[in-house]
């Protein structure tokens, strides 16, 4: 039953990030954020979420300008969420390099 509610949640803060990072990305041209993937804690105190970026090389630093930012990014999520959650959770953020993986195996599999 845990589970069911933690799924909820991580979909819902997915969401919520992907329309906050859509509006503040349409300032900046030439790069695209999305949020692959959230995860949180059985507690619902943390959230882990991993953000793929266009282009890879950009990536680090989106990463690092977000984390810096992170108590806005927080501030805002709260914002949207204030009626369905009564606590919003503490974000870490990580670049979520699965696709740069892929076209690494897939490079290898070439050769």
Do not use: W
Request: net charge neutral; with cysteine.
């Amino acid at each position: 039953m845990e589970k069911n509610r933690q799924s909820k949640i991580e979909r819902l803060i997915q969401k919520e990030l992907s329309n906050i990072f859509l509006e503040e990305t349409r300032k900046t041209h030439g790069i695209m954020l999305s949020v692959s993937e959230c995860r949180i804690s059985p507690d619902l105190s943390y959230c882990t979420v991993y953000i793929s970026v266009f282009p890879s090389e950009k990536g680090d630093e989106i990463v690092a300008n977000l984390t810096k930012n992170i108590k806005s990014i927080r501030y805002a999520l709260g914002q949207h969420l204030r009626y369905q959650l009564r606590i919003i959770p503490e974000l870490r953020i990580f670049k979520d390099d699965t696709l740069d993986y892929m076209e690494h195996i897939d490079e290898l599999l070439k050769k």
